[in-house]
C-alpha cells in the first residue's frame, strides 16, 4: 500500500527525541522537582521518564514494516474490528499518528510539566503504559502460537515492567 512519507517517518522523530532526553534525564536534575533525594523517588521526575518510554515504543510499533517485518498495526486494528484490509478499511491511515503524537509528543510532555501542580497529572501517563503493555500482552498470548507478535515482545521489555514500577 503506498502511504505519504510522513507514516513512516514520525516513528523515528520520536526515537530521536527519545535518545536526547534519556540522557537529560539521567545525567542532569533538568527535570527533577526534588533534588534532595533520589530521582527515582522524584515523581516530577518519573512522570517525564513516561514520556521517552513511550516514544520508544511507538518507535518499535510504527517502524517495523520499515525493517521489512510483516507487522502492520492499522492493518490489524481493522481486522480486528471486523473492517476489510486498507484501502476499504474506512479508518483512515492518519488516525494513527495524529492521535499517537498529539497524546504523546504533546499531552504527555504537557502532564509531565503540570506534575511540578499535580502529582496524578504528571504520572497519568504510567498508567497509559501500563495499560498498553498489558493489551499488547493479551493480544500476543492469545495468539502466539500461530502468529508472532513483533509488538507485544517490547511491550514486555518496556510498557509492563515500567508501567507496574508506578509509585505510589
Known sequence: MQTNWFYTVWPFIGLGGAIVIVPILLMTDTFRGNTRGSRWRDPVWLGWLAVPLYWVHQFEEYSLPVFGLDYSLPEMVCKNIGFPPYPACPIPLSFYPLVNIALMWFGAPLAAYLGR?????????????LANGLLHTAGASRRALTTPAYGARPSCLFPCPSGSFTPA
Not at 501542580?117 to 503504559?129: E, P, Q, S, T
Request: charged content about 10%; hydrophobic content about 60%.
Open 117 to 129: 501542580r499535580n502529582v496524578l497529572i504528571g504520572l497519568c501517563f504510567w498508567g497509559l503504559l
